[in-house]
């Protein structure tokens, strides 16, 4: 009896401490939270109260109906479905091919693209940009979109989850007079799935918050997502808190609400994909 006494007290202080940790990541989203729904001003008093004292929306509205961030949500939403549908098409095909196709050099190319993984993404920005100056695709969504179609981790990703597919059922296919294209749709992306929604919440998550990017290729502000617009927005309005809050939640909740909805078959793909292979 007290061997089970003390394991739950230690339980029970392991649990008080994680609890106590979660609320202190917590309090500055929370806060965050609050002074979106404060009067203008109340958030600069000394010291800063951490619930309104009477609640509005007063800041969404006119972040949406004076900054026009309406727009800007809608320029996040597309470029970030486009690069997630786009990438789950090249990184699979990638991926699937590095995993099941035999072809000369395969294991070199792919030890090169893995190298390519310690290289910062920032040292990649100048010829790059250099790049869609060529294209002429500075200042449009292409220009966003395109460098995000592929992606070294999600081709290994892929890869390692791939692996465990059976040759036979592979074999069986091709023997039975299935094309290499069928091959690929109709008997090795159904058993993909669990992998492709751990790289579509990735994917989207990384699109909607990427800020380097777009504030870089971007030069129109109708055409900003909406980390660029918040930035500008921060620069203009930089005594407003409370709209500056509002605007943070708006960025930040719809990834958020996702990954929440989607964590259970993210951190699966995830395990998964570490194991196969």
């Known amino acids: 009896m007290r061997l089970v006494g003390e394991s739950r007290w230690q339980a029970l202080r392991v649990n008080g401490a994680l609890l106590v940790l979660a609320m202190l990541s917590l309090a500055p989203l929370l806060w965050m939270v609050s002074v979106s729904f404060m009067p203008r001003g109340e958030a600069s008093h000394f010291p800063p109260p951490f619930l309104p004292s009477s609640a509005t929306l007063e800041n969404y509205r006119d972040l949406f109906a004076r900054t026009g961030m309406a727009r800007n949500f809608a320029n996040s939403l597309l470029v970030s479905m486009a690069i997630t549908l786009l990438s789950l ?83 069986a296919a091709r023997i039975d007079g299935a094309g290499e294209l ?81 964590q259970r078959y993210y951190i699966q793909g995830l395990l998964l994909g570490s194991v196969k292979g």
């Open 89 to 171: 098409l090249v990184n699979t095909m990638a991926g699937y091919a590095f995993a099941k196709l035999r072809f000369r050099g395969r294991e070199r190319v792919f030890q090169l693209l893995l190298a390519a993984l310690v290289v910062p993404a920032q040292v990649a920005m100048l010829p790059l940009f250099l790049l869609m100056k060529q294209l002429g695709l500075v200042n449009s969504y292409w220009g966003v979109i395109i460098p995000g179609m592929a992606g070294v981790f999600g081709i290994f990703l892929v890869r390692q989850y791939a692996r465990g597919i059976p040759d036979d059922l592979i074999e």
């Open 182 to 262: 069928r091959v690929f749709w109709q008997v090795v992306l159904p058993m993909l799935k669990p992998v492709l929604a751990t790289l579509a919440v990735f994917t989207f998550m990384a699109a909607w918050n990427d800020f380097m990017w777009p504030l870089i290729v971007l030069t129109d502000q109708e055409r900003y997502t909406l980390p660029v617009a918040l930035a500008a927005l921060s620069r203009e309005h930089i005594m407003d808190v409370e709209l500056m809050m509002a605007g943070a939640v708006v960025t930040v909740l719809p990834v958020l609400v996702l990954f929440l909805l989607l």
